[in-house]
């Protein structure tokens, strides 16, 4: 069945780091392929997303791209700053929805 | 407007009594999602209603889970004689509709914790 596996955390970084989290997927079909974010004490929101291979998704300085050749949609952000930290999980649709296991991220000043 | 709300926001109840969860999505969304949180795990999908469809009960972990929908809005997760493994954060979900491309709405959650 279709899965989702992500780069397992926590991650640590400093300020203005670079920052990827790995996400590769399997899917019988043509998923859409999604990040969400949960900040400390909220719920679950959409980073970003991207519906078909090639597409890049981008959202509050991030951005993944839907790589059908490598079955992969790593999450990039060039400089990270501390408001980033949060648990990053990425997802897919196909018939039903998959959830990776989450990436906790530490941006420390 | 107002987003996808939860209630209760935390339960603790003693192993074996049942619970119920309840979930409000958003106005006018057709599909419904429950998932469930455990520490260190991902999301873990349980069950999906859309409009009147059957729901997709393929996510259930066992016969003690079960989950309605009234009208098309509220729902309800019920956990029959709760086992501590039960204890995780539930969460609901919302969207406008079925298709892949839609956006999930995430309620706050519920936190339970079986004692």
Redesign the interface.
């Known amino acids: 069945g279709d899965s ?1 596996t992500q780069m397992e955390g926590p991650v640590t970084l400093s300020e203005e780091a670079c920052l990827t989290i790995n996400c590769t997927y399997t899917a019988t079909g043509y ?2 392929l ?1 990040w ?1 974010v949960q900040y400390p004490g ?5 980073l970003l ?1 991207a ?1 078909k291979a090639d597409d890049k998704g981008s959202n509050k300085g991030f951005e993944a791209t839907y790589r059908k050749e490598t079955t992969s949609f790593h999450l990039e952000k060039g400089s990270v700053q501390v408001s980033d930290s949060a648990v990053y ?1 990425c ?1 897919l ?2 018939n ?7 990436t906790r991220l530490t941006v420390k000043p | 407007g107002a987003g996808v709300s939860q209630s209760p926001s935390n339960k603790v109840t003693e192993k074996g009594k049942d619970v119920e969860l309840r979930c409000d999505p958003i106005s006018g969304h057709t599909a419904l999602y429950w998932y469930r949180q455990s520490l260190g795990q991902g999301l873990e999908f349980l069950i999906y209603f859309q409009g009147n469809s059957a729901p997709d009960k393929s996510g259930l972990p066992s016969d003690r889970f079960s989950a309605e929908r009234t009208g098309g809005s509220v729902s309800t997760l019920t956990i029959q004689r709760t086992q501590q493994e039960d204890s995780a954060v539930y969460l609901c979900a919302s969207s406008l509709g079925s298709g892949t491309t839609n956006e999930q709405y995430f309620g706050p959650g519920t936190r339970l914790t079986v004692t």
């Open positions: 989702v998923p859409s999604f969400y909220e719920g679950l929101q959409l997303k519906t999980f997802a649709a196909d039903d929805m998959r959830f990776g296991a989450g």
